[in-house]
């Protein structure tokens, strides 16, 4: 049996397979507005593929998504439906699974010139607060900045959760891994190792760039001899370069089947990982393979 336990996949893309109601910009959250019965779907075919943590679907909850005027009158609402519907989904499914509240990029994902401290942190706060009643720990996903972590963090510093901080990667290989605003993975590692964060992940960036950042990251943590697990969940997408605009069109997909993921994960696995999943594009196919394996003999 691997000792890994297994995160859900990328809900956008799932809602978008399954039938739900998916278009830009309001990406995930058009679901939550006109269809939240494929949300609970969505969460329970993921459940159901064996995942032992799902993620509330809030990743859309924000003003770059909803809009400013929609966001201001019905974010809060919507992330809180989010968090309900991911326990309900939990509570239907009669599973021991773990519910992550999820923290997504206030001003756009990939694109840390956009960053402004005071936005993020009242945004953060809003999905904070909608969440905290329902889940069980917390994921701050695709954060692109040392900055924006460390903004989140803040945040964070209210609950006596679990939490975890997942980065997400330039999708250029190279001999130093770096997350989106330039900053190295040593950086950032060894910010995230200060902070008393339970958790570091990597996301949302191409499957080759992963094991690479994993590494390092194993090498610094285990160096400065603190207890933080290591996650890791990986996107199916065409790389995604420095000058791309989220939401400006729905990015490419590639190939990628269940057996070429499971291969991946192995590599993240031996390299340090402890905590797998999927992000956009993974589908329950894909956290099927990682079960299986982890459960194998």
């Known amino acids: 049996m691997a000792n890994v336990i297994i995160l859900d996949g990328g809900m956008g893309r799932e809602l978008k397979r399954i039938g739900a109601p998916f278009s830009q910009p309001q990406w995930s959250a058009q679901a939550l507005i ?6 609970e779907q969505a969460h329970l075919g993921f459940i159901e593929a064996g995942a032992q943590i799902i993620t509330v679907n809030s990743y859309a909850c924000v003003p770059f998504h909803l809009g400013e005027a929609l966001y201001q009158e019905r974010g809060a609402e919507l992330a809180r439906t989010a968090a309900e519907l991911a326990r309900e989904a939990v509570n239907i499914s009669k599973q021991n699974v773990a519910i992550a509240g999820s923290i997504p990029p206030a001003l756009g994902s990939y694109r840390p010139d956009l960053f402004e401290q005071t936005k993020v942190k009242e945004i953060t706060q ?11 720990l917390w994921l701050a996903e695709t954060v692109a900045s040392i900055a924006e972590f460390e903004t989140i ?16 990667l330039q999708d250029d290989e190279s001999d130093i891994p770096r997350i989106r605003s330039g900053e190295t993975v040593k950086e950032a590692t060894l910010k995230l190792c200060e902070s008393g964060a339970d958790g570091l992940f990597f996301n949302c960036s191409i499957p080759e760039v992963m094991a690479q950042a994993i590494a ?6 285990d160096a400065q001899g603190v207890d ?8 199916s997408f065409t790389p995604i370069g420095a000058t791309h605009e989220a939401n400006d069109t729905i990015q490419s997909m590639r190939e990628l089947s269940p057996e070429d993921y499971l291969e991946f994960a192995k590599q993240w696995h031996q390299a340090g990982a402890t905590i797998i999943g999927g992000c956009c594009g993974i589908h329950p196919s894909h956290i099927q393979a990682l079960a299986e394996w982890r459960d194998r003999k």
């Open 126 to 136: 809003t999905l904070f607060e909608a969440q905290e009643e329902y889940v069980d």
């Open 153 to 168: 963090s803040q945040v964070l510093s209210q609950t006596d959760k679990p939490c975890h901080y997942a980065f997400t």
């Open 228 to 235: 933080i697990v290591i996650g890791v969940f990986a996107n």
């Open 34 to 39: 006109e269809s939240p019965k494929h949300v």
């Open 216 to 221: 390092e990251a194993k090498a610094i943590i």
